[in-house]
């Protein structure tokens, strides 16, 4: 079973950056962040796959990129030109899915707490 710990989140303004790591226990098919603000459904915003390839929510796409480091068993999440919009709760998560980019949360079957990153002026 994957274990996964997120970190890095914090409080920014607009047009800063932040980076967040997600400690896992091992790498599986389809790794990806997902953000929930308040009051809303929870989104995917980013997703890799084993081959590497990666895809974004329009709403990030040009400013958000995911990576993953191996050796160290971190994912990341390099946020950068914040907006007050991407304040949320944000989440890794792992499964055993084939389509890794689908964006479907069936695809996802472990999850992490979260960690909140809040940009406003």
């Known amino acids: 079973q994957a274990q996964l710990v997120e970190s890095g989140g914090g409080s920014v303004q607009p047009g800063e950056s932040l980076r967040l790591a997600c400690k896992y226990s091992?790498?599986?098919?389809?790794m990806g962040w997902f953000r929930q603000a308040p009051g809303n459904e929870r989104e995917q915003v980013a997703g890799?796959?084993?081959?590497?390839?990666?895809a974004y929510a329009v709403a990030v796409k040009g400013r958000f990129t995911i990576s993953l480091d191996n050796a160290k068993k971190i994912l990341y999440l390099q946020m950068n030109s914040l907006k007050p919009e991407d304040s949320a709760l944000y989440s890794c998560?792992?499964?055993?899915?084939?389509?890794?980019?689908?964006?479907?949360?069936?695809?996802?079957?472990?999850w992490g707490q979260g960690t909140r990153v809040i940009v406003s002026s």
């Open positions: 998560a792992a499964g055993d899915g084939i389509y890794c980019l689908s964006f479907s949360d069936d695809e996802y079957s472990y």
């Open positions: 890799i796959d084993t081959d590497g390839t990666t």
């Open positions: 091992y790498r599986a098919n389809c």
